[in-house]
């Protein structure tokens, strides 16, 4: 865990949002680390009207991309603290939970958490794919672009694949790529995007999308909504991106699941689904291919 003091408050201006207004970064910065060589800063951006989200960065020596990692389940980051002191659980999302890692092989991670309007109810799949929070990505994206000059990533787990396409399907500028995890293509019958998206991803505009983008499926996961088979139809549905790659993985640990969780149990984080006890060949094969197709440019 770490410890975050207040370091300074600005005022930027955002050409990044579909409105103009003023974007307030909070930046509340951490000490390195020198035995891993990461250093970490929570931050908040306004991105909409009186809406404010957080973004905990992971920041590697020379990192060659950023990651907007975007987590499934309810979408909120396990922070915690008072104002000047915060910390980042470890949480059990995939994402989450491997965070360090990604900065490891070279990458910067920014972990999105829920806008301020979002913080009492999860990030319900009708929200992810709505107007406001592609508002909110794109001022994320640029604000990121701004600060680090590096290609930009979004990377959707699961429930946070319907975030990441919404993204790169609205946002024309400022994003190199897209990666895909375990992402639904059955939608649940309970979810409000049933009529409008009963195959999940597949019943977005995903041939609006415009950039590299990996597909990562386990051959075993049982959650009914994210099937191994959809990996493929999800491909075939990429015709605008100029590079489409499938990486399927499968093993593991046993799964862990919890009685208590309102989530299937073939849907939970620690399970097939969320790449237990295979974390490292995912993270690696993810890596990969962000680092293939980045350079240390602006906008291709």
């Known amino acids: 865990m770490a410890s975050y003091y207040a370091k300074n408050i600005l005022l930027i201006l955002s050409s990044a949002t579909i409105l103009p207004l003023l974007v307030m970064v909070c930046a509340t ?24 989200l957080k973004i905990f960065l992971i920041k590697p020596n020379n990192p060659s991309a950023v990651i907007v990692m975007l987590e499934g389940g309810p979408g909120r980051l396990p922070i915690s603290g008072v104002s000047g002191t915060s910390t980042l659980g470890r949480g059990k999302g995939f994402l989450v939970r491997s965070r360090d890692d990604f900065a490891r092989h070279g990458l910067m991670v920014a972990l999105i958490d829920a806008p301020s309007d979002r913080t009492l109810q999860p990030m319900t ?12 990505l794109k001022a994320v994206v640029s604000y990121l672009k701004r600060v680090t000059n590096l290609p930009v990533w979004l990377v959707g787990m699961s429930l946070g694949s319907f975030s990441a396409s919404n993204g790169a399907i609205n946002i024309r500028k400022g994003i190199h790529g897209l990666v895909l995890i375990s992402s639904p293509t059955r939608s649940a019958p ?14 977005m505009d995903l041939y609006k999308i415009m950039v590299p983008t990996l597909i990562v499926v386990h051959k075993e996961d049982e959650c009914p909504h994210t099937p191994a088979s959809g990996a493929e139809k999800i491909r075939r549905a990429l015709v605008g991106s100029p590079r489409v790659e499938v990486v399927s993985f499968e093993g593991g640990s046993r799964p862990r699941i919890n009685p208590r969780s309102p ?14 006890g295979i974390e490292d060949q995912a993270i690696s094969a993810i890596s990969g291919f962000i680092k293939s197709c980045s350079r240390k440019k602006k906008d291709l």
Do not use: M
Request: with cysteine; glycine share 8%.
């Open 125 to 136: 799949p009708d929200f992810r794919i709505s107007r406001e929070y592609a508002q909110d």
């Open 190 to 203: 309970k979810w409000q995007v049933y009529d409008s998206h009963p195959n999940g991803l597949l019943s």
């Open 263 to 276: 989530a299937p149990p073939g849907c939970q984080p620690l399970t097939q689904h969320g790449y237990f």
């Open 29 to 52: 910065a951490a000490p390195s680390h020198p035995a891993t060589g990461l250093s970490t800063e929570l931050i908040e951006i306004q991105t909409r009207p009186e809406v404010g």
